[in-house]
């Protein structure tokens, strides 16, 4: 355990000097991650105008605090582990971390919390300086709702952070992945609630949404701190979170033991 | 004539060399066809809700999203590949060869790469205003097919022109490899009219980075929503900035002091 947390903080020592060599990255990096949601939000903002104000219960400003919410979740829950993982594959980076005498997934998790941690000085003026632009309204946030939206963003980092690892996997079999997780985004753009809170979607689409889990990752904690779900919805959905956590991680494994068998260590 | 006659030339050399990687056609032809579909699924959820956003009906948005991706294919065929080619050899020292050749340095540098896949995307964007037209109907006469042509015209050159003094700043700071990217992840901005978006946005949207003149300037000339002074201001700066990106282009030239030699 201590040799774990050991490695750990080598590792964000190390993400962190790597980051701040490429600062220019970064900022590029951040236009996009904000861009993305003022689009979603200018959208229907515009759509819920046009409907006299509000469409399905949602007006300008309860968009506004929708989207600045998924905004700062997706921020702490997003992976680039399916992009990462076919490199590593492909060229034959992984071997060395094989050889570690510790599972490659620490050294991902490592990066990834060490990576939020940094782009958090750059995403929460962001947010900032979009709320006060959007006036967002926050009137449904409660105390029980944010008690309740930290154990929600945890879970939903950890199942998020275990639905790509696995899908990342894929590489093992294919060998160009691109179309894997560009279906894979689009399908999360609709049914997680990024491009489109939920209740909007049409009834047999927002059904199956309901059951999939990637509405477990985006839509539900945003929705769970604006105080749009009941507490019997809060907690079935925490619930449903740590059912899918259960399932994903014992799928991660089964699939990374065959994957391993698998890989060939191209360019090793 | 000659500038044609070397396109042609890449052009041609770009297609046989891709011709060895036929899978790539099939793995672009999937990325195209699930950004197309991704891209329709959204205009269906919202006019799900609404008759018309912006005061654009369903028609006139699937006009939008033809321009974009027509445009981006045009600029993902041969511009944007060129200039990153182009700041990779001005990095590595290779530009020097590019100065050797008997043509002009500026074109080669924008010729120089070309995508051949990424036709699909230009075919994609011309299949969506096919449609877009078909479902317009007969309001589309010669007028606004030539405001149309003109403004699109104007789009590419002020796309060309800005992402050609984005590449030029590498005379200046060698590493800027990502500069382009900024541009890329602007233009997804683009797949709605940019009438829609809050007045700091459409101005940086228009100005900033030209992202309205390329895309929402052409299918507005389509659909016959275009105003006289938007339409000089466009084929005004198609003229300009095409002569600004010249200039500063020969600027940075005199900069450049080989990095190999």
């Given at each position: 355990m201590n040799d774990l947390l050991a490695l750990y903080r080598a590792q964000f020592r190390t993400t962190i000097a790597e980051q701040l060599q490429y600062r220019g990255g970064l900022a590029i990096w951040t236009i996009g991650l904000v861009l993305e949601p003022v689009i979603y939000l200018a959208v229907w903002s515009t759509v819920a105008r046009s409907q006299g104000g509000a469409v399905a219960g949602f007006g300008a400003?309860?968009?506004?605090?929708y989207f600045l919410v998924a905004l700062v979740v997706n921020q702490a829950t997003f992976t680039w582990i399916m992009w990462e993982m076919e490199y590593w594959i492909r060229q034959g980076h992984l071997s060395p971390l094989l050889l570690r005498p510790v599972h490659p997934i620490h050294r991902q998790i490592a990066v990834n919390l060490t990576f939020k941690l940094l782009t958090l000085t750059v995403v929460v003026p962001a947010a900032l300086i979009l709320g006060v632009v959007f006036r967002p309204n926050f009137a449904g946030i409660e105390p029980w709702t944010a008690l309740a939206f930290i154990p929600a963003l945890v879970l939903a980092i950890a199942l998020r952070f275990a639905i790509e690892w696995t899908l990342a996997l894929a590489a093992f079999w294919i060998t160009r992945v691109t179309a894997v997780n560009q279906l894979y985004y689009v399908a999360f753009l609709f049914l997680s609630g990024q491009a489109v809170p939920l209740l909007l979607l049409p009834g047999p689409v927002k059904a199956a949404a309901e059951w999939l889990p990637f509405y477990r990752t985006l839509g539900f904690p945003v929705e769970l701190l604006l105080g749009r779900l009941s507490p019997q919805d809060a907690a079935v959905g925490i619930v449903a979170q740590v059912g899918w956590l259960a399932v994903m991680v014992v799928l991660l494994n089964a699939v990374w033991a065959r994957g391993i068998r698998q890989y060939s260590a191209v360019g090793a | 004539m000659r500038t044609l006659r070397l396109l042609w030339v890449h052009l041609r050399l770009g297609a046989l060399n891709e011709l060895q990687y036929r899978g790539n056609l099939v793995a672009q032809m999937l990325q195209s066809l699930i950004s197309l579909a991704a891209s329709l699924l959204g205009l269906g959820i919202v006019f799900s809700k609404t008759d018309a956003l912006g005061g654009w009906g369903p028609y006139e948005l699937l006009a939008i999203l033809g321009v974009y991706f027509l445009v981006g294919g045009i600029s993902q065929l041969v511009v944007q590949p060129s200039l990153s080619r182009f700041m990779e050899d001005i990095r590595l020292g290779a530009f020097d060869f590019t100065l050797t050749k008997p043509v002009d340095a500026q074109m080669l540098a924008s010729i120089k790469q070309i995508e051949v896949w990424k036709l699909v995307d230009v075919a994609i964007g011309a299949g969506v205003l096919g449609v877009a037209l078909a479902g317009l109907g007969e309001g589309v006469g010669p007028a606004r097919a030539a405001a149309f042509g003109l403004t699109l015209l104007a789009g590419v050159a002020i796309v060309y022109s800005f992402l050609?003094?984005?590449?030029?700043?590498?005379?200046?700071?060698?590493?800027?490899?990502?500069?382009?990217?900024?541009?890329?992840?602007?233009y997804e901005a683009g797949r709605w009219p940019i009438g829609i978006y809050p007045p700091w946005l459409r101005l940086s949207l228009t100005f900033l980075v030209p992202i309205g003149f390329a895309i929402t300037v052409p299918a507005s000339g389509l659909v016959g929503r275009l105003s006289g002074d938007t339409l000089a201001l466009a084929v005004a700066l198609g003229v300009a900035l095409p002569l600004v990106a010249r200039w500063f282009w020969r600027r940075g030239l005199r900069r450049y002091s080989g990095a190999s030699a």
């Amino acid at each position: 355990m201590n040799d774990l947390l050991a490695l750990y903080r080598a590792q964000f020592r190390t993400t962190i000097a790597e980051q701040l060599q490429y600062r220019g990255g970064l900022a590029i990096w951040t236009i996009g991650l904000v861009l993305e949601p003022v689009i979603y939000l200018a959208v229907w903002s515009t759509v819920a105008r046009s409907q006299g104000g509000a469409v399905a219960g949602f007006g300008a400003a309860d968009f506004a605090a929708y989207f600045l919410v998924a905004l700062v979740v997706n921020q702490a829950t997003f992976t680039w582990i399916m992009w990462e993982m076919e490199y590593w594959i492909r060229q034959g980076h992984l071997s060395p971390l094989l050889l570690r005498p510790v599972h490659p997934i620490h050294r991902q998790i490592a990066v990834n919390l060490t990576f939020k941690l940094l782009t958090l000085t750059v995403v929460v003026p962001a947010a900032l300086i979009l709320g006060v632009v959007f006036r967002p309204n926050f009137a449904g946030i409660e105390p029980w709702t944010a008690l309740a939206f930290i154990p929600a963003l945890v879970l939903a980092i950890a199942l998020r952070f275990a639905i790509e690892w696995t899908l990342a996997l894929a590489a093992f079999w294919i060998t160009r992945v691109t179309a894997v997780n560009q279906l894979y985004y689009v399908a999360f753009l609709f049914l997680s609630g990024q491009a489109v809170p939920l209740l909007l979607l049409p009834g047999p689409v927002k059904a199956a949404a309901e059951w999939l889990p990637f509405y477990r990752t985006l839509g539900f904690p945003v929705e769970l701190l604006l105080g749009r779900l009941s507490p019997q919805d809060a907690a079935v959905g925490i619930v449903a979170q740590v059912g899918w956590l259960a399932v994903m991680v014992v799928l991660l494994n089964a699939v990374w033991a065959r994957g391993i068998r698998q890989y060939s260590a191209v360019g090793a | 004539m000659r500038t044609l006659r070397l396109l042609w030339v890449h052009l041609r050399l770009g297609a046989l060399n891709e011709l060895q990687y036929r899978g790539n056609l099939v793995a672009q032809m999937l990325q195209s066809l699930i950004s197309l579909a991704a891209s329709l699924l959204g205009l269906g959820i919202v006019f799900s809700k609404t008759d018309a956003l912006g005061g654009w009906g369903p028609y006139e948005l699937l006009a939008i999203l033809g321009v974009y991706f027509l445009v981006g294919g045009i600029s993902q065929l041969v511009v944007q590949p060129s200039l990153s080619r182009f700041m990779e050899d001005i990095r590595l020292g290779a530009f020097d060869f590019t100065l050797t050749k008997p043509v002009d340095a500026q074109m080669l540098a924008s010729i120089k790469q070309i995508e051949v896949w990424k036709l699909v995307d230009v075919a994609i964007g011309a299949g969506v205003l096919g449609v877009a037209l078909a479902g317009l109907g007969e309001g589309v006469g010669p007028a606004r097919a030539a405001a149309f042509g003109l403004t699109l015209l104007a789009g590419v050159a002020i796309v060309y022109s800005f992402l050609l003094l984005l590449a030029t700043c590498a005379f200046w700071f060698v590493r800027v490899d990502n500069i382009l990217v900024i541009f890329q992840s602007m233009y997804e901005a683009g797949r709605w009219p940019i009438g829609i978006y809050p007045p700091w946005l459409r101005l940086s949207l228009t100005f900033l980075v030209p992202i309205g003149f390329a895309i929402t300037v052409p299918a507005s000339g389509l659909v016959g929503r275009l105003s006289g002074d938007t339409l000089a201001l466009a084929v005004a700066l198609g003229v300009a900035l095409p002569l600004v990106a010249r200039w500063f282009w020969r600027r940075g030239l005199r900069r450049y002091s080989g990095a190999s030699a």
